[in-house]
């Protein structure tokens, strides 16, 4: 994780929309972002993950547990705060 992104925190977010999404508070940079999507999807069950780094976005689809996403960001060094 870059130093700009140290402090940051992800919180979930709930969609209407295919997928789960999450917004990254503190990721502002391409290999921050590369990161947090290599981390998810590795999780099994995940089908896709997108990126939007200028809307600190991560939208997840598959049948992945929640709780497996939130460690698989939590490991590559992000809080996550469930609303």
């Known amino acids: 994780m870059c ?5 940051a925190a992800a919180q979930a977010v709930p969609t209407t929309g295919e997928g789960r999404e999450f917004v990254v508070a503190g ?10 999507a290599t981390a998810v999807r590795a999780v099994p069950g995940v089908t896709d993950v997108r990126v939007e780094l200028s809307e ?5 689809a598959g049948t992945a547990e ?8 939590v490991g590559a060094g992000y809080t996550i705060t469930n609303p």
């Open 66 to 73: 929640e709780s497996q996403i939130h460690a698989a960001i």
């Open 56 to 60: 600190r976005r991560v939208t997840v």
């Open 3 to 7: 130093t700009s992104c140290e402090t």
């Open 27 to 36: 990721m502002s940079c391409q290999p921050c972002s590369t990161k947090v």
